[in-house]
């Protein structure tokens, strides 16, 4: 059963930074893109950054120059830093990968997110 778990998340000052981590594990034969997401309350899922596995980057004009995404390929692990934390990041952030199983196709996986709260 392949899974990616998201960890990292919690409560920071605005101006603050976290670095969240995000875990594929499982019969992985291979990972094309990885990107984060996150939902604030009330509002629908949109996109904070995706990496290539060659890792070319994108980023969200709300996000760029204060977060960061990044790869371990060899640990099939994303990585978010998150600086200069401001409460509009507030939410739940949610990793996702477009994975290769040992016997099946790829597919674009989900972990179960974990909660970011930016307070003022």
């Known amino acids: 059963q392949v899974q990616l778990v998201e960890s990292g998340g919690g409560l920071v000052q605005a101006g603050g930074s976290l670095r969240l981590s995000c875990a594929a594990s499982?019969?992985?034969?291979?990972?094309?893109?990885m990107g984060w997401y996150r939902q604030a309350p009330g509002k629908q899922r949109e996109l904070v950054a995706t990496i290539t596995r060659d890792s070319s980057t994108n980023y969200a004009d709300a996000v760029k120059g204060r977060f960061s995404i990044s790869r371990d390929n060899a640990k099939n692990t994303v990585y978010l830093q998150m600086d200069s934390l401001k409460p509009e990041d507030t939410g739940v952030y949610y990793c996702?990968?477009?994975?290769?199983?040992?016997?099946?196709?790829?597919?674009?996986?989900w972990g179960q997110g974990t909660q970011v709260t930016v307070s003022s």
């Open positions: 996702n990968g477009d994975i290769l199983g040992l016997g099946t196709g790829y597919r674009t996986r």
């Open positions: 499982g019969s992985i034969v291979s990972i094309r893109a």
